[in-house]
């Protein structure tokens, strides 16, 4: 259908078509192009509020995870001296028997 409209022009007109397509998008660039810079500033915006959110709650899951490691810890010597506790009143009552 293409080569029975212009047989002898069909070459001629891929780069008027190429021409014209450029000049198109070169012409939606132009009236689009501060609509995208604006969107673009915006989500560097929201990007870079995320990242400072992200760092804060890193610095925050840091703080926890010391202050987790200290009580466990304290905990684990507690524990210690809960079972020697346990086992001087073991010896306590084994003296007491032993008495009596």
Excluded: H
């Excluded at 259908?1 to 021409?19: Q, T």
């Excluded at 014209?20 to 915006?45: E, V």
């Excluded at 959110?53 to 809960?82: C, H, P, W």
Aim: with cysteine; hydrophobic share 40%.
């Amino acid at each position: 259908m293409f080569n029975n409209f212009c047989a002898e022009c069909s070459w001629e007109l891929i780069p008027m078509l190429l021409i014209a397509w450029l000049l198109g998008y070169l012409f939606w660039l132009l009236l689009n192009r501060s609509k995208y810079q604006s969107q673009i500033k915006d989500l560097t915006q929201q990007v870079d509020s995320w990242k400072d959110k992200s760092n804060s709650l890193e610095v925050d899951i840091k703080g926890i995870q010391y202050e987790k490691d200290k009580v466990d810890t304290e905990f684990a010597t507690m524990r210690g001296k809960f079972a020697d506790m346990q086992m001087e009143v073991m010896a306590l009552k084994e003296q007491l028997q032993n008495k009596g």
